[in-house]
């Protein structure tokens, strides 16, 4: 029960205040009791859209993540969750993962040719490279990624530069997009999704409804496919089970790739299939999975080290044509590094 100066258990009726001060133990006489104990809290802020809490110990606690798209107006600014059924981490490597892109979401890709979409025009061209040179560099709060997709000439290159801060944030290439990849508990996930523009209005119609639909992203889409708390495992929807209820005649009729409906769809449905915590104990890795091995080493280090004063102004996702010649990490506006090995 929420009662003004407090919270209220309705199973005792201790009271607690918002510092975990204990205001009330109607149930114990002695009033000396209350003052031995101190529930647990942690502190809450709420900023571009979503709500923050820090919860390790009160003498660690970071600087706030102070993104840059978090003093954009309400209007230049969308935020849409989704959740899916499997650990965080399988999600992650789908979004450090840039040659499935042109196999996976070929269809979505061949559309974006026909779109004026900002999104869509700064991805169209990764389906016509579906293996492109991959390069990784750590980063004291994670690892950069590269995708380089040479020029048929061979004079430019296509850079796409990934950003991964541990343990669950990944700044798209697009320059526009961050992903944030919460753990429920270890087999099921919530997916926030924040996409930002300095000047169109994304959050307001119909550039709203248009992303979304574009993306996979919108109420009802999100419910079909059951990527809702109140849809997911919902008998009936889209799962293992019953193949994600893939459209096989439009498959074999050659007018879908994945018999899928949405990029989104399309990602849920190989993270999720999987399993709800992916069996890596007989794990092939190939030359296209330069980032994962990035990824679990970013993890692992996360364990033990300390957080690193991080500079959320200057870390990003960023692309670009370079000439050929050209090193991918000059686009970077710093590294943050003290390990500056890369890898290939």
């Not at 993540?65 to 399988?90: G, I, K």
């Amino acid at each position: 029960r929420a009662e003004g100066d407090g919270l209220r258990c309705i199973y005792h009726g201790w009271k607690f205040a918002v510092d975990g001060t204990v205001l009330d133990t109607p149930n114990v006489a002695d009033p000396a009791f209350a003052r031995r104990l101190k529930g647990r809290t942690h502190p809450v802020r709420e900023a571009g859209g979503l709500l923050w809490t820090y919860l390790g110990p009160p003498d660690e606690m970071p600087a706030f993540p102070d993104w840059p798209w978090m003093s954009l107006p309400d209007a230049q600014r969308l935020v849409v969750p989704h959740v899916q059924a499997c650990n965080f981490v399988q999600v992650i490597e789908g979004l450090v993962d840039s040659s499935h892109l042109g196999v996976l979401h070929s269809n979505g890709l061949r559309q974006a040719t026909r779109s004026d979409l900002g999104f869509a025009q700064k991805v169209q061209s990764m389906q016509f490279n579906l293996a492109p040179r991959l390069e990784a560099q750590d980063s004291d709060f994670g690892f950069y990624y590269a995708a380089l997709r040479d020029s048929p000439d061979a004079t430019t290159v296509e850079a796409r530069v990934t950003a991964f801060v541990a343990p669950f944030t990944v700044l798209n290439p697009n320059g526009d997009i961050m992903s944030l990849l919460v753990p429920i508990d270890d087999t099921h996930t919530v997916f926030y999704h924040v996409f930002w523009s300095p000047t169109e209005p994304l959050n307001r119609e119909p550039l709203r409804s248009r992303h979304l639909d574009f993306i996979g992203l919108t109420d009802d889409a999100l419910v079909r496919f059951g990527l809702t708390p109140d849809t997911m495992g919902t008998p009936g929807t889209p799962s293992p089970a019953n193949n994600f209820q893939q459209d096989r005649v439009a498959m074999r009729g050659g007018l879908s790739f994945s018999g899928l409906p949405g990029l989104i769809e399309e990602d849920v449905a190989v993270a999720v299939s999987s399993g709800p915590v992916r069996d890596r104990t007989r794990e092939v890795l190939c030359g296209a999975d330069v980032a994962i091995r990035r990824l679990y080493n970013a993890l692992l280090r996360a364990l033990d080290q300390p957080v690193p004063p991080i500079d959320y102004q200057t870390i990003t996702g960023t692309h670009a044509q370079l000439d050929s010649r050209a090193d991918w990490r000059e686009l970077l506006p710093t590294l943050q590094t003290s390990t500056p090995q890369g890898d290939h």
